[in-house]
T-cell receptor, first 112, second 112 residues
Framework: DTEVTQTPKHLVMGMTNKKSLKCEQHMGHRAMYWYKQKAKKPPELMFVYSYEKLSINESVPSRFSPECPNSSLLNLHLHALQPEDSALYLC???????????FGPGTRLTVL | DQQVKQNSPSLSVQEGRISILNCDYTNSMFDYFLWYKKYPAEGPTFLISISSIKDKNEDGRFTVFLNKSAKHLSLHIVPSQPGDSAVYFCAASWRGGNQFYFGTGTSLTVIP
């Protein structure tokens, strides 16, 4: 299995909602990532988990809360988001931090 | 500070011809480079990599060249096909690093 899966594919939420994005990989990768991507921009790193521990938090607002329940799963909990948080949220994994990353298809998030 | 730059936001090439996408970096610690291809509303797909011990790596129609002294790499696609139309990102890291730094992307259009 060489895939990174993400659910849901699309999500529309209000500013008072609480929702979660899910990511899963079964490649035995030990590093997992959350990125945010706006149209015509490169992926913007949000969080890095290495061996299930948060190793990088790129000054992301606390309304985004990552969680790594085990080595195959990565969640991103969302609460009190703003319309400007609307974007494509990408999950990726890699063998280690130095290796090529494999991306999931993304979750298209719209905040109303 | 953008450590990896792709100065051409877009490129159009006739089908069958060569496409050359360029990438420059500023951090001399970078020693591992990747190219990704991205279709709209999908996650980036890994294409090809090169480490600093090489100056060329080839995979089918894709060849990446690295010029360490100029801190420059390029991706050559020969022959270009309409299905190659996508946004291409280069990314860089260093051994021991736990993240990749992405360029701003070049949108390639291959005209049939």
């Amino acid at each position: 299995d060489t895939e990174v899966t993400q659910t849901p594919k699309h999500l529309v939420m209000g500013m008072t909602n609480k929702k979660s994005l899910k990511c899963e990989q079964h490649m035995g990768h030990r590093a997992m990532y959350w990125y945010k991507q706006k149209a015509k921009k490169p992926p913007e790193l949000m969080f890095v988990y290495s061996y299930e521990k948060l190793s990088i938090n790129e000054s992301v607002p606390s309304r985004f809360s990552p969680e790594c329940p085990n080595s195959s799963l990565l969640n991103l909990h969302l609460h009190a988001l703003q319309p400007e948080d609307s974007a494509l949220y990408l999950c990726a994994s890699s063998q280690e931090g130095y290796n090529e990353q494999f991306f999931g298809p993304g979750t298209r998030l719209t905040v109303l | 500070d953008q450590q990896v730059k792709q100065n051409s936001p877009s490129l159009s090439v006739q089908e069958g011809r060569i496409s050359i996408l360029n990438c420059d970096y500023t951090n001399s610690m970078f020693d591992y480079f990747l190219w990704y291809k991205k279709y709209p509303a999908e996650g980036p797909t890994f294409l090809i990599s090169i480490s600093s011990i090489k100056d060329k790596n080839e995979d089918g129609r894709f060849t990446v060249f690295l010029n360490k002294s100029a801190k420059h790499l390029s991706l050559h696609i020969v022959p270009s096909q309409p299905g190659d139309s996508a946004v291409y990102f280069c990314a860089a890291s260093w051994r021991g690093g736990n993240q990749f730094y992405f360029g701003t992307g070049t949108s390639l259009t291959v005209i049939p």
